[in-house]
Every structure is written in structure tokens, then in C-alpha cells.
């Protein structure tokens, strides 16, 4: 027996057979995590942190960098391997267990006595540290301010209505002289309310493949920029 879906006017299923270009809920995309819908996901280091990590790192060493939204990330096991300390949130539990188990890193699991409900996972070397909470949920009295972001496309799977919020809650959690590299599809520069922020167009590159293709779009740019 086949189940019929209703698709409302203007909307697309995916290839999971997901509604496209919904606003998403935080239970959303802990079942999207589940059912194993992750097409977002990328099983290699992200080309672009590696080309513009000098400028997160500005001459520093050892630094403290921040993940948002950091699903099961490569890149939280590369910064931790070019020996930084990383920090990220991720709504799904799923999301970070399946990341220690595939990168073969031993993890202890607490509660958060500041976030009702919330877990932190931490690497016995104490270098990753991965929170289980919403991200509007989490501030620096948890983990402190960072001396780096790397955002990416965190602020594109931020509702639309929560952006504005999102980018403020953001520039909370950046340390005196903190870098935050932006992966981004679309961006308006005047989303950043932040003080005495500086940013930068670093790259601007044609992102277009047949997964955006089937979404309608015939054009789709990707842009990096820095934020200071």
C-alpha cells in the first residue's frame, strides 16, 4: 500500500522524499539525522577551510575555534589535528556519536548543569568538546568565548525569520580579535549588528550542481567571507 503525499503549490521532494525549502524545526532535523537524510553532509575536509585557515588563525597557535551546527563534521577532527581546540553544537545527538565512532575517538558523555536537557561529549584528550542543545541555547558562560568560527553554511540552515537573531547570537560567543570564516550561499552584509565588525569578500565561486538543479535553480554561488 503506497502513502500519498500532499506537495504543496511550489514545493519539491527531495531524494529522500522530503519536503524541500521548508523552515525546519530542531525535531526536524533530529529525524533527518535518524532516518539518515543527510545529503548535506560532506565525507572529506571542507577545500575551503583549508585554502582560508591562515586567516582564522591570523599568525596565532593553538587556538580555540568554534563549529555551529556541526553536524558529524571532518573539519572538527582536522582543526583538532592541526592542534587547536574545537568546540560545537549540534541538535542532534545522532549527529555526534556517529562522529567519534567513525573518527575512532575516545569520548566521555555529562550533562550540562546549564542547558536543561543538554549533553556535552568530550575527546579524553579534552581538545573536542561537543554539545547536544540548540544553538540559541548556548552562550559563553558554557565554553567561553572563541578565539575563531568556522560557519559553514550554518547561518543558510538558520530559518530565515531566526537569522537576524542567529547573527547576533553569534557575535556574542567572539573573542577581542576573533576571526569567523562564512560559508554562505546568500548573504547581506547588513545582517551583521555586531561591533566593530570588519568584513570581507574572500572568494566568490560558481556552486551549481544537479542538486540545486533539481530544486529549480539555475544558478547557485557560493561566497566565503571573513568577518573581524
Known sequence: MSTRVDIPKGKKLNKYGDLE?????????????EKKHIGFHKDE????????????????????IFLPLCGKSLDIKWLHDQGHNVVGVEISKTAIEEFFTEQ??????????EIPGAEVFKSSDH???????????FSSLIAGKFDGIWDSKSLVAINPPD????????????AEGCCYLLDSCTFNQDQIV??????????????????QISWGLDSFIEEIYLIK
Open 21 to 33: 525549502n521548508l523552515e525546519l524545526t530542531a525535531e526536524d532535523w533530529i529525524t533527518r539525522w
Open 45 to 64: 575536509i571542507h577545500r575551503l577551510l583549508q585554502k582560508y585557515l591562515p586567516n582564522i588563525l591570523n599568525g596565532r597557535k593553538q587556538i580555540s
Open 104 to 113: 575512532n575517538v575516545s569520548y566521555t558523555q555529562d550533562l550540562v548543569p
Open 127 to 137: 581538545r573536542i568538546s561537543l554539545y547536544n542543545c540548540n544553538i540559541f541555547n
Open 163 to 174: 537569522r537576524q537573531r542567529y547573527v547576533k547570537h553569534m557575535t556574542t560567543l567572539m
Open 194 to 211: 555586531g561591533p566593530s565588525c570588519n568584513i570581507r569578500l574572500m572568494e566568490s565561486l560558481d556552486a551549481l550542481t544537479q542538486q
